[in-house]
């Protein structure tokens, strides 16, 4: 580990489609710096897209006036990425896509964001807002997972 | 901030002496890209299998895998056999867990498609 442990980056991103790969690169960068192998970094960055995909488009309505702070605070063995929006919160978890019912036009083809986010990274959080308080996506990748 | 999509198709002879589409893209596939994705795949031959290359494409999100999902669905119809090649481990792996597998083979690359259909 080396001197980024115990430190937060901060980014802040316009409520615009395509902003989301900053945040990916920045995340990319801090795991990268506290010895991530490759493939969970790749696994980070497509959890950080989707996160702030669903707080540009669903929280935020793609309203430009409103921003998505990403914040990632990096530990001995582990990396937190909260995505926080200014949208009320995910009230009901979709249920995992199925490509039976896709392929058969019986669930939309999109709807994937929140599956792969929870597949891909070792702890997902959504917690809603409350006064005072924004709504947020909560990211965790250890280090300590056998392989690392 | 978002590369378009850039597509182009090929027509090949794939191993087996069938005739072959490959569809090639570049740039980021996401939800920007559905015209060009939809439009491009619209326009190739049902009557023989087609490929999909991911060799130049540097960025897919979730809306971009959906895209994947509706070419599927549209082969799926005409009976029309759909592969990808080019995908990175990452992405073949993502294209796994979210069953895309069942419908499409994925190849390494190019060569081993073409042998294949």
Known sequence: MNEIKDSAVEVKLPSRLGFEKIAMGTAASVAKLMGFPDDRIEDLKTAVAEACINAIEHANRLDDNLSVGIVLSATDDSLEVKV?????????????????????????????????????????????????????????????KKGN | ????????VDEITAGSGKSVSVLRFSGDISSTSRDTVLGAYGKIAKDRPVLLDFCRVDYINSSGIALVIQMMMEANKTGQEICAFGL??????????????????????????????
């Open chain 2, 88 to 117: 990175t481990p990452h992405f073949q792996k993502v294209f796994t867990m979210v069953g895309i597998t069942k419908y499409a083979r994925l190849y390494p690359d190019e060569n081993s498609a073409k042998a294949t259909v």
């Open chain 1, 84 to 144: 926080i929006d200014e949208g009320e919160g995910v009230a009901d978890r979709p249920a995992s896509p199925d490509i039976d019912r896709k392929m058969h036009g019986e669930e939309g083809t999109r709807g994937m964001g929140m599956f792969l986010i929870e597949a891909l990274v070792d702890e997902a959080e959504w917690v809603k807002g409350t006064k005072g308080d924004k709504s947020y996506v909560r990211l965790v990748i250890r280090l300590n």
């Open chain 2, 1 to 8: 901030m978002e590369t378009g999509t850039k597509t182009n």
